[in-house]
């Protein structure tokens, strides 16, 4: 599944946007919409992710956000490994009471760590709750790009799922290869220009060159 990642956009532009998606990612840190809003936006889609990265509010204002993201119909919620204790326990029981995914996240914006380091953030979110795991890093080198798919190896599917993408130009391939390889999403963005995260190819391109790949392997 390609998942569009919606970033800084105007509520209007974000409602008539997912309508033509079958699955979006709204980046509630870059869009900024008030709670009337993300209210009308989660309840009109039944397949949106809500992630809201830290920095730019209050951690109090990030939860109210959320919560009400998974009250109004949010398929997956995103959290951060890093996240508080208390903040990822209240976001998972809500998420839990309404049926809501939840997908922990672990970055490193600098490089890509090794792979037993990997390992080791992708156990904990399981251990804390995750139904699914995101592992993003930077890739500066063809060996970051062999470290990140080679997670695809260590798949449990009772453990749950896991989505292992790089960030960064020479990261693009594992955005292709993750759907190959087991992922249950990759992520892309609405067209060029319009990126949340470094390495993300336009939803067109992306979905055209999932499309020549299954007709080679045919």
Do not use: W
Not at 48 to 67: D, H, Q, W, Y
Not at 107 to 135: N, W, Y
Not at 141 to 170: C, H, P, T, W
């Amino acid at each position: 599944m390609i998942c569009v990642s919606v970033g800084t956009t105007s509520f209007a532009a974000c409602r008539r946007i997912i309508k033509n998606l079958d699955c979006a990612e709204i980046r509630l840190d870059k869009a900024r919409f008030c709670l009337e809003e993300v209210r009308e936006i989660f309840s009109s889609h039944s397949n949106l992710i809500a992630t809201f990265r830290p920095g730019a509010v209050s951690e109090k204002e990030r939860e109210g956000i959320l919560l009400e993201a998974i009250r109004s119909g949010a398929k997956y919620v995103d959290l951060e490994l890093e996240s508080s204790k208390f903040f990822k326990q209240r976001i998972l029981r809500e998420a839990r009471q309404r049926g809501c995914q939840v997908i922990m996240s672990y970055h490193d914006f600098r490089r890509t760590p090794a792979k037993e380091k990997l390992r080791r953030a992708m156990d904990k979110c399981f251990s804390q709750g995750a139904d699914i795991v995101k592992i993003a890093c930077q890739v500066n080198s063809r060996r970051d790009v062999f470290r990140i798919l080679s997670l695809y190896e260590n798949q449990n599917a009772e453990q749950g799922r896991i989505v292992a993408l790089g960030m960064g130009e020479k990261g693009k391939l594992t955005r292709v290869a993750a759907l190959l390889l087991g992922s249950p999403l990759t992520y892309a963005s609405l067209k060029e220009g319009s990126e949340t995260a470094e390495g993300q190819i336009d939803y067109k391109s992306l979905k055209k060159i999932l499309s020549l790949l299954k007709a080679k392997r045919i």
